[in-house]
């Protein structure tokens, strides 16, 4: 069983940025692979970022490329998200999810366990 404990979230202006952290409580946590999903009032859940087990593979949603880092520190259990160059689209519930699967995906039924989710609001 992992518990998973989501931070950092906030009101941030356009063009602000934001780091998302991702606290576990498995001693096995680099045992799984780790992603962020979000979702906005009224829309479906939407795959943010993920990242392997041991940092060697990370993927990325086309929306956010090139804005956010996913990176993790095993030694802490904790995953974090950096968000640069934050728009107004980027306004939602951000939720951290663990998956044992042996192949990184994006496919949010592939990940068993979830936080409580972080409200990220980016508004002037």
């Known amino acids: 069983q992992v518990q998973l404990v989501e931070s950092g979230g906030g009101l941030v202006q356009p063009g602000g940025s934001l780091r998302l952290s991702c606290a576990a409580s498995?001693?096995?946590?680099?045992?799984?692979?780790v992603a962020w999903f979000r979702q906005a009032p009224g829309k479906e859940s939407e795959f943010v970022a993920a990242?392997?087990?041991?940092?060697?593979?990370?993927y990325y949603a086309n929306s956010v490329k090139g804005r956010c880092t996913i990176s993790r520190d095993n030694a802490k259990n904790t995953v974090h998200l950096q968000m640069n160059g934050l728009k107004p689209e980027d306004t939602a519930v951000y939720y951290c999810?663990?998956?044992?699967?042996?192949?990184?995906?994006?496919?949010?039924?592939?990940?068993?366990?979830w936080g409580q989710g972080t409200q990220v609001t980016v508004s002037s």
């Open positions: 990242i392997s087990r041991s940092s060697g593979n990370t």
């Open positions: 999810a663990a998956a044992k699967g042996v192949v990184l995906t994006t496919t949010s039924d592939r990940y068993d366990y």
């Open positions: 498995a001693r096995t946590f680099s045992s799984y692979h």
